[in-house]
């Protein structure tokens, strides 16, 4: 299954940017679908993640209450709703697919590209 990120761009510090990740085949009932996010010089971090069989969703504390994480079982694709944005959250931002309901990068096994969010202050 190939992922393709999409939806990132430049916005200003309080808009909300929705990005997207669409796989290429069915993803399974068993699979956890994540976003992470990586600026420069810093390493991969957690954003969010879901259960694509039960929608369980858990959440990194610096991003709980501002983003939300969604899926869309018909079209394969996922979604990360990101609101109030801040500067801080200007990174690269990956989806990935994986087995377990987790915030570690090594428990995903397949990547997408990336798509660029740039926060202005």
């Known amino acids: 299954v190939q992922l393709q990120a999409s939806g990132g761009g430049t916005v200003q510090a309080g808009d909300s940017l929705r990005l997207s990740c669409a796989a290429s085949?069915?993803?399974?009932?068993?699979?956890?679908m994540g976003w992470f996010r990586q600026a420069p010089g810093k390493e991969r971090e957690f954003v969010a993640a879901i259960r694509w069989s039960s929608g369980r969703t858990i959440y990194a504390e610096s991003v709980k209450g501002r983003v939300t994480i969604s899926k869309d079982n018909a079209k394969n694709t996922v979604y990360l709703q990101m609101n109030s944005l801040k500067p801080e959250d200007t990174a690269v931002y990956f989806c990935?697919?994986?087995?377990?309901?987790?915030?570690?990068?090594?428990?995903?096994?397949?990547w997408g590209q990336g798509t660029q969010v740039t926060v202005s202050s």
């Open positions: 085949g069915r993803i399974y009932s068993s699979a956890v």
């Open positions: 990935a697919r994986g087995s377990n309901l987790d915030s570690l990068p090594s428990e995903y096994r397949n």
